[in-house]
Structure formats: C-alpha cells, structure tokens
C-alpha cells in the first residue's frame, strides 16, 4: 500500500476538484489498462458487482453497459466524482444510476453481498481489509493499478 497522507476532507478536495479533467489527463495512458481489466473480469448480469471509487465513471460505465445496472453498485469518495460519474452514465441512457457516496474504508454492506469486485487506481492507496469483506473468497476482485500502462 502507498503512503497517502491526505485527510478524507482533503481528498474529497482534491478529486472533487480533478473531476472534470481527469479523464482528459489520464485515459491516454490508462484507458487501456482499464478495458483489459475489465475483459478479465468479465462479469455476468446476474453477477453482484461492487467498483470501488468509480471516479469519473469511465470503467462503471462500460460494465453497465455490457452487463446491465441491476445486481450493480459503485461508490466513491468525492461528490465531484459522482457529478461527474452521474452525467456518464445519463449519457449512456442507464437511468438511476446505481452509485452512491461511500468511504470504501468503512462501507456498511452485509458480508459476501458481492460476487465480485471492481477497482482501478485507488485499491493500492487505502487499506482493503473493509473491501475484502463484501465478496466471498471464492469472488472475484480484478482491477488495473496506476502503472499498469505497461502491462499494455
Ligand atoms: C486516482 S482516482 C481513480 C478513479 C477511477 N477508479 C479511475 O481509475 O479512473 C481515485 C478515486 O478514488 C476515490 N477515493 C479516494 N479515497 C477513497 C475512499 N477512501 N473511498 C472511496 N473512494 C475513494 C477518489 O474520490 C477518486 O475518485
């Protein structure tokens, strides 16, 4: 785990903030990465599926559409994500999108209420020991890390 020394003030903040350049400045080394995750993942409509800090939405987006919003649930940190992640997903035709704002260090779903979890870029900055709990051992977790440009 890296050493992130932001309050969560500070990095609701900052992302808030990052929200509507974010993809600008990170889908030319990232976007990739984040397709090939999510074609590992590959997960079924009636799969319960948990993304962790959906940020703009770009990855959540793409599930929804390829799997449907039902059995769905995405949360993030920043309200500024979510505005952001909100116009995607409307853009996209998904209607009542399935996200919430939520701490992923404390969430308050049930045990193993996911078959399968999604992340990118952030489950390497916080501890996961909160995350582990809501899928099953036997679930999925799959995601790309911030420097999995060169796994492209
Ligand atoms: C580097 S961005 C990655 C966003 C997105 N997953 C992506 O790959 O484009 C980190 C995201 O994690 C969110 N975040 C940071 N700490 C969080 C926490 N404790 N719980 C939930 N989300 C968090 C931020 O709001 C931001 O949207």
């Known amino acids: 785990m890296l050493?992130?020394?932001?309050?969560?003030?500070?990095?609701?903040?900052?992302?808030?903030?990052?929200?509507?350049?974010?993809?600008?400045?990170?889908?030319?080394?990232?976007a990739t990465a984040k397709r090939r995750a999510l074609a590992v993942l590959a997960r079924q409509p009636d799969e319960r599926l948990f993304e962790v800090a959906f940020g703009t939405g770009f990855s959540f987006t793409k599930q929804v559409k390829a799997s449907g919003a039902a059995n769905a649930v995405a949360v993030d940190l920043s309200p500024g994500m979510l505005a952001t992640a909100r116009a995607a997903l409307a853009e996209a035709g998904v209607e009542r999108p399935p996200l919430g704002l939520a701490?992923?260090?404390?969430?308050?779903?049930?045990?193993?209420?996911?078959?399968?979890?999604?992340?990118?870029?952030?489950?390497?900055?916080?501890?996961?020991?909160?995350?582990?709990?809501?899928?099953?051992?036997?679930?999925a977790c799959c995601g790309a890390a911030a420097g999995s440009r060169w796994l492209t």
């Open 3 to 30: 050493d992130v020394s932001l309050t969560r003030q500070e990095m609701q903040g900052f992302c808030s903030t990052a929200a509507s350049a974010y993809d600008g400045a990170t889908l030319e080394h990232e």
């Open 103 to 139: 701490d992923a260090r404390m969430l308050t779903f049930a045990d193993e209420s996911f078959d399968c979890v999604f992340n990118s870029s952030m489950i390497d900055l916080i501890p996961t020991d909160e995350i582990a709990t809501v899928v099953p051992s036997s679930g």
